[in-house]
C-alpha cells in the first residue's frame, strides 16, 4: 500500500533537532560568509596599493616628486596594516568554511604577504632615489623606469584577474617578469663593466634595480597564485623535466 501524502513528507522532512542545528549554525555561516568577502576585498585592495606605489616610483624617478615619495610611504604602511588585518581575522574565517572558500582564504593570505613585500620593497627603492637626487645618469632613470612601468602592468594584470577570474592574466603576468629580469641583467652588465668609474652611486643604482627585479619576483608569485585557484594545482615547485640526452 502506497504511503500517504502525510507519511511521505514525513519521510522527506530532516530530522527536528537537524533543522535546529541548522538554524542555529545560519548565522555563523553567514558570519563566516561575510569576513570571507571583507579578506577578499581587502586583498585586491592591497593589489591596487602595491600598483599605485610602482606608478608613484616612476614619477619620483621624473620628477624628484616629494608627493611621490610621500604617496609610496602611505602605501606602504596602508599594506602593513591590511596584511596585520588579514592576519588577525584569518585563522578564525578558515575554520568556518568549507574547503573551496578555504583555499580562496589561503589565496588571500599567500598575496598579502607578497604585496606587503613589494610595498616595502618599493618603499626602499623610493628612499634610495631621495638619497641620490640629481645624481642618477638619464640611462639609468630611464632603465628603472622601465622597470617600474612593466611592474604596474602586472600588478595591474594580478588585479584584473582575480577581479574577473581570468586566467590568462596570469599566464600575461608570467610571460612579462622575463622582461624585469632582462632589464636589471642588463643593467648590472652596464655597471659592473664600469665600477671604477661610477663608485658607490652605481652600487646604489643596482640595488635599486634588484628591488624592482626581486617585486616582479613576488608579482610571479601572485599570478602562480591565481592559476592555482582557477585551475585546482600550484605551478610552484613543480619537479624539473629531466632534459633528453
Do not use: W
Not at 159 to 174: M, P, Q, T, W, Y
Not at 235 to 240: S, Y
Amino acid at each position: 500500500m502506497p504511503a500517504s501524502r502525510t507519511d511521505r513528507s514525513k519521510e522527506e522532512s530532516p530530522p527536528k533537532a537537524t533543522r535546529e542545528k541548522s538554524r542555529k549554525n545560519a548565522p555563523a555561516k553567514a558570519k563566516a560568509n561575510e569576513t570571507q568577502t571583507e579578506l577578499m576585498r581587502m586583498t585586491l585592495k592591497a593589489c591596487l596599493i602595491a600598483r599605485d606605489a610602482t606608478f608613484n616610483i616612476q614619477d619620483l624617478l621624473t620628477n624628484s616628486s616629494r608627493m611621490a615619495f610621500l604617496a609610496i610611504r602611505d602605501c606602504e604602511k596602508e599594506l602593513d596594516q591590511i596584511e596585520r588585518q588579514i592576519d588577525e581575522q584569518l585563522p578564525a574565517a578558515i575554520t568556518r568554511v568549507n574547503e573551496r572558500k578555504a583555499r580562496q582564504l589561503l589565496a588571500c593570505l599567500k598575496c598579502i604577504t607578497d604585496l606587503e613585500r613589494i610595498g616595502d620593497l618599493v618603499m626602499g627603492v623610493a628612499q634610495r632615489v631621495q638619497g641620490r637626487s640629481g645624481q642618477l645618469s638619464q640611462v639609468d632613470i630611464r632603465h628603472l623606469i622601465q622597470m617600474a612601468v612593466v611592474l604596474h602592468d602586472m600588478l595591474n594584470d594580478i588585479h584584473r584577474g582575480f577581479v574577473s577570474l581570468d586566467i590568462e592574466n596570469a599566464r600575461k603576468v608570467l610571460r612579462t617578469d622575463s622582461e624585469l629580469d632582462r632589464i636589471c641583467h642588463a643593467m648590472f652588465q652596464q655597471h659592473l663593466a664600469n665600477s671604477r668609474e661610477k663608485g658607490s652611486l652605481g652600487f646604489e643604482v643596482l640595488l635599486m634595480a634588484q628591488a624592482l627585479e626581486r617585486c616582479g619576483d613576488h608579482t610571479k608569485n601572485l599570478a602562480e597564485e591565481l592559476y592555482g585557484l582557477l585551475e585546482g594545482h600550484t605551478l610552484r615547485h613543480l619537479p624539473k623535466r629531466v632534459a633528453a640526452p
